[in-house]
């Protein structure tokens, strides 16, 4: 939070939207021209959201639009995704990715076209559905990055690769894509490029990591089997919620005490069920965590050490060898998103120029995103950025400085971000860096 304090005081986003290089006039004069029929994408984008893998309605006038500009249009990719190709002479493939899934949340923006959809998610609750992580200004600057390189054939050389990814929210929809045959039914790239709006940052700034950027993402579960018995006779029972709370407490030591510092990680239990009465010693307890690292190495040892755990609190309680607590790492599991760092410095480079005191290199988080699926797939042979766009109106971002009010957060039923400014400083960072990335 204090970079972010350091950028309010040093500038404000009037001055940090004036300032537009000469080589960047052509480029923002067309996309300003574009601007009001993105907003009004957008604006239908956000009205009607759809949930993960239920991304129909969504993908299909994404698509049409694509069509039109000249690409090549795959539909259905990984259930719902769409792959637009546009080869255009000899050169390097760069592939551009918007994600496109709402969220199960009922919107309290109180914008005029806030979305009332309604759905039932996987977990069978009737729910309002909303873009409350901004999914819609990702694909609606996506749209306008399309349309500018679309008129720009003549000022690049090469294969471009724009896809529309379902499911970020669940962590699937990238390995989906990427298991329908993403790099072998069409043109593996040598460049990835995605940015995803940020709610701690002032709108139109432009945030950055190199190296780890987001976290390896697990889920486990925990059965942790008990000989059950009335609680006023605990010697003739094994209580597995004293053997779970051990568990419980144990697990953080891996991070304390086996874990480098210098190798952030984190275990969270954040689910702990177990019995149905006062006077009942139960017979089972469950729990439910979130591990996040960032190399798989350190994934390794907290995973390892989780299951050595449960089965040490096990023994330790005297718990027989035929009732073993389980240990259950969902899969897929979301992996680590890693920026390739000469990579990053190339295209933060451009955007330095382009962008004048709207740079900033902000530290690393530990949320999960699939767009590192991507590089992942062929780590040798691809280069991979993604990038941060503030999103916050710049009266509330200086109010939050102030302490005055507090900013939702991604994910929150309040969030609107100043959407104008995210859609246009998002369409003209992916156009910009593949303009130079496939620069004849």
């Known amino acids: 939070m204090k970079t972010f304090k350091r950028i309010a005081m040093a500038t404000t986003a ?75 002479g000899a050169g390097p493939t760069v592939m551009l990715r918007a994600d496109m899934d709402g969220l ?51 000022a690049w050389s090469g294969t471009l690769v724009m896809i529309l990814q379902p499911a970020e929210e669940l962590g699937e929809g990238a390995l989906a894509m990427l298991e329908d045959g993403l790099y072998t039914r069409f043109p593996k790239p040598d460049y990835v490029l995605g940015f995803h709006d940020a709610a701690q940052m002032p709108a139109g700034m432009i945030g950055y990591s190199s190296g780890f950027a987001l976290a390896n993402v697990d889920s486990v579960d925990i059965t942790v089997p008990g000989i059950g018995g009335h609680g006023a006779y605990p010697h003739t029972a094994k209580d597995p ?19 480098n510092p210098l190798d952030p990680a984190v275990i969270t239990v954040g689910s702990f069920h177990a019995g149905a009465k006062h006077n009942i010693i139960s017979d089972e307890a469950k729990l439910q965590l979130t591990v996040r690292s960032y190399s798989d190495e350190s994934r390794k040892l907290l995973l390892d050490g989780i299951a ?22 969902q899969d897929p599991y979301t992996p680590s998103t890693y920026n390739t760092p000469e990579f990053t410095d190339r295209v933060v480079a451009g955007f330095d120029k382009r962008f004048p005191g709207r740079v900033i290199k902000v530290p690393s988080v530990m949320g999960g995103e699939d767009f590192g699926q991507f590089y992942r797939a062929d780590r040798e042979n ?22 005055e009010v507090k900013l939702p957060s991604l994910h929150s039923p309040f969030w609107a971000p100043d959407a104008e400014k995210v859609i246009a400083t998002g369409a003209e960072t992916l156009a910009s860096a593949t303009l130079d990335l496939l620069a004849k």
């Not at 691809?382 to 302490?403: C, H, N, T």
């Open 14 to 88: 009037a001055l940090m939207l004036s300032s537009v290089p000469a080589s960047a006039d052509d480029l923002r004069d067309d996309l300003a021209a574009d601007m009001p029929g993105l907003m009004e994408l957008y604006k239908d984008l956000h009205a009607n959201p759809e949930l993960s893998f239920e991304e129909f309605e969504t993908a299909a006038k994404l698509a049409k639009r694509m069509r039109d500009l000249g690409f090549d249009v795959t539909e259905k990719v990984g259930k719902t995704g769409v792959v637009a190709v546009m080869k255009n």
């Open 104 to 154: 199960p949340v009922v919107e309290q923006t109180g914008l005029p076209y806030a979305s009332k959809r309604i759905a039932t998610p996987a977990s069978g609750v009737q729910t309002g559905v909303m873009h409350a992580c901004g999914h819609d200004t990702h694909m609606a600057g996506w749209i306008g990055a399309a349309q500018l390189l679309a008129e720009r054939k003549d």
């Open 241 to 259: 919620i004293v053997i779970a709370s051990a568990i419980v407490m144990r697990v953080q030591t891996l991070v304390s005490r086996e874990s």
């Open 308 to 329: 050595r755990i449960a089965k040490g609190e096990a023994i330790t309680a005297g718990m027989p060898e035929d009732r073993m607590p389980t240990v259950a790492v």
């Open 382 to 403: 691809i280069e991979s950025l993604i990038f941060w766009i503030g999103g916050v109106p710049q009266d509330q971002f200086e109010a939050s400085q102030k302490g």
